[in-house]
């Protein structure tokens, strides 16, 4: 059993790249997905919904992912040797015909930035998709472990509350057949009296107080609530997305014990059927975090 919301993040690094991926999950009822990545992964985002969807089988899953150069690029210097050239023979013709003495420096020409330029080369980011896979690889491996630890912490919270309602059933049961004995002992008692003086077919006396004893048979209820308290346990110990069966059953068991409580004609057992919801209603709560 694992639950459905839990948090991810992950850092890979490597030839001056860092990509981050954080992976939020939270509660819903179907499988919903957003991603947020580089503008340049687009080819890429199909893999990564089918490497998500492979491990979250349901509610709704965020994604962010970043990628960030943290190494100065290469880089090189430029020069403009030709320009050079045109500018130091510029300079001397202009001075031979200004009868100017000297000669042209390397600082007539050092601030000229059309003649040196730095440039930098572009870094290869072919390999940011693939540490990004990485990185939510990695992530998703932080999130299951999150989610199977809360889904231990559901599991043991369900099966404490199973074993409560199992508890009950025999006080139930119990409860049950006394409630029955005095519906028809009241209901002889109540027939003698308005037959007193009259004659008294046993027999059809017997029928009558058997079928009004019915409208307090809980039986057939106790029987299914039984049922489906068995296949929640197994259900507690089976691997895989199981929120959708146990969020069935409990809907079932919550049926049950309703129908048990109309019949019910003794407080008892009434305050029974109450405490069985009670249980019954909390892990229909918890189940909607079960994915």
Do not use: C
Request: proline share 3%.
């Amino acid at each position: 059993m694992r639950s459905m919301t839990g948090f991810g993040r992950a850092l890979v690094e490597r030839n001056g790249i860092q990509v981050t991926a954080e992976i939020r999950a939270l509660n819903q009822r179907f499988f919903e997905l957003k991603l947020s990545l580089p503008r340049s992964w687009g080819e890429y985002e199909a893999e990564i919904r089918k490497l998500i969807q492979n491990r979250v089988a349901r509610g709704r899953v965020e994604l962010f992912v970043k990628a960030v150069s943290v190494r100065a690029p290469a880089a090189r210097l430029q020069v403009n040797e030709k320009l050079a050239n045109q500018y130091v023979e510029q300079l001397r013709r202009l001075a031979k015909r200004l009868h100017l003495n000297g000669s042209p420096g390397i600082e007539a020409i050092l601030n000229r930035p059309e003649i040196f330029h730095v440039v930098e080369e572009e870094r290869d980011a072919s390999d940011a998709p693939r540490l990004g896979l990485e990185a939510i690889q990695r992530a998703l491996k932080v999130l299951d472990l999150e989610r199977m630890r809360e889904g231990t912490s559901l599991r043991k919270d369900f099966s404490a509350r199973v074993k409560k309602i199992r508890t009950a059933i025999p006080k139930i049961e119990r409860l049950s057949e006394q409630t029955r004995a005095e519906i028809m002992k009241t209901f002889q008692t109540r027939v003698r009296e308005l037959l007193a003086n009259l004659p008294v077919n046993e027999k059809r006396l017997y029928e009558e107080a058997s079928a009004a004893s019915q409208h307090g048979d809980i039986s057939e209820e106790i029987t299914r609530l039984k049922t489906h308290l068995d296949g929640l346990h197994e259900l507690l110990g089976r691997a895989g997305p199981v929120g959708k069966s146990i969020e069935f059953l409990l809907q079932e068991i919550n049926r049950e014990v309703n129908t048990m409580g109309s019949k019910s004609q003794n407080a008892a057992l009434s305050h029974l059927t109450v405490a069985v919801k009670a249980e019954a209603e909390k892990m229909r709560e918890q189940v909607q975090n079960v994915e």
